[in-house]
């Protein structure tokens, strides 16, 4: 396995990352513990150290099997977490403020079974909360020691540079990281966003690289989704099932076929090929996925592929 410096970091963190969305320990987790506890120590084993969640992934579920899993090993672990959603019904039950986050912090602090978070994350962008206010409290953090380096998700690139600013002003730590999505159909980043993070010194993991599964190969024209898929669950996936997106997942098979490999390993070749990526996040419900999605790190894409398959979908830009 590769590892890169996540941005301008000295942290060194895998290409692969596991995302941990579906792992909980109740009967309505996609991806029950046993099998989330077999996914972590075989991604672990394999050389990968890169493992993400979230305090609202399966209401908690996550962080607690996610910290479990990894409590005998925790110091080889590159471990991130985020906060910014909703934890109840008050109105700093959610935010970027620091009554909120404090809180969040401690909470996850609390599930995962550690004393710190290696890279702690704001979940999105909150338009109340002075930004100032914000980066203060992520630098108490790192301070403290119960943080190690701090990043966002889903921030654009204006949102990004008032931070580092704001973090220069306060004399505060700045953000390593962001985590956006990114695709073979979904490449609004590559404007502004992947640019500004290149120039402002942050790493990025890259999350949902096929497509929420569209370019898995599995849905198909005329075809309703499986009940159980994210297209099947309705919601802002579906917007992503279209005409174009089937193309693209045509022409991908297409390639895949022809280099002897699966369209879920291309899509995530396609992805880690991309400047301004550091680490590219899969998140599988069972072991088979989490194997079929490791395929794709040992992947090897010709620039001339490259260039075929980013032809294809210059409409995703």
Not at 209 to 215: A, E, I, K, N, S
Not at 269 to 296: K, Y
Request: aromatic residues 8%; hydrophobic residues 35%; glycine residues 12%.
């Amino acid at each position: 396995m590769e590892y890169l410096t996540l941005g301008r970091s000295g942290l060194h963190v895998s290409r692969a990352c596991l995302g941990t969305m579906m792992f909980g320990h109740s009967a309505s987790a996609p991806c029950k513990e046993d099998e989330a506890v077999r996914i972590i120590d075989e991604f672990l084993g394999g050389g990968s150290n890169f493992i993400d969640t979230a305090n609202r992934y399966t209401g908690g579920e996550s962080e607690e099997v996610v910290g479990r899993a990894i409590k005998a090993k925790r110091d080889e672990v590159v471990l991130a977490t985020k906060g910014f959603m909703p934890i109840g019904d008050g109105p700093n039950d959610r935010g970027l403020g620091r009554k909120y986050l404090t809180r969040a912090l401690e909470d996850s602090l609390r599930r995962l079974g550690t004393d710190y978070i290696d890279v702690y994350q704001c979940h999105g962008p909150d338009a109340d909360t002075p930004i100032e206010e914000t980066m203060a409290t992520l630098h108490g953090f790192v301070q403290s020691g119960k943080v190690r380096y701090i990043g966002c998700s889903n921030w654009t690139g204006s949102q990004i540079v008032e931070a580092q600013w704001a973090a220069e002003r306060i004399a505060g730590s700045p953000l390593v990281s962001l985590q956006p999505p990114y695709s073979l159909v979904s490449r609004g980043i590559e404007q502004d966003i992947l640019p500004t993070c290149l120039r402002q010194g942050l790493g990025t993991m890259i999350y949902s690289p096929l497509g929420g599964g569209v370019l898995t190969g599995k849905y198909k024209r005329g075809e309703e989704p499986p009940a159980d898929s994210r297209f099947g669950r309705g919601g802002m996936w579906r917007r992503g099932l279209n005409d174009q997106s089937l193309d693209a997942a045509d022409e991908l098979s297409k390639v895949a076929a022809e280099l002897g490999a699966t369209p879920t390993a291309v899509a995530l070749a396609w992805v880690l090929s991309r400047r301004g990526v550091t680490s590219v996040i899969i998140g599988p419900r069972t072991f088979d996925q989490f194997q079929q999605n490791m395929e794709g790190f040992d992947v090897q894409l010709d620039p001339a592929v490259v260039k075929r398959l980013s032809d294809a979908t210059r409409w995703a830009r």
